[in-house]
């Protein structure tokens, strides 16, 4: 079983995501990034980008946010 395979997220949504940067040359290489307040967009092409090798983390956890933040 995998916990990678979170691919549907609501869109318009905000989520509370884990995710790990998977690339070996980069220094966050197997860190796990919280990222409490996440948003979906459209629902599709939800990535997490690592801002030291700028590549799509693996999303581990996404737990839709209840009640969802303010958006002022
Ligand atoms: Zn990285």
Request: charged share 15%; hydrophobic share 35%; proline share 6%.
């Amino acid at each position: 079983m995998s916990a990678s395979d979170i691919t549907t997220f609501l869109p318009g949504m905000y989520y509370a995501v884990t995710a790990r940067d998977n690339n070996e040359d980069c220094r966050n290489y197997e860190q796990v990034f919280d990222i409490p307040e996440f948003y979906s967009n459209a629902g599709t092409n939800c990535f997490v980008q690592c801002g030291v090798c700028g590549q799509h983390m693996e999303i581990l956890t996404a737990t839709l946010l209840d009640p969802q933040p303010e958006v002022t």
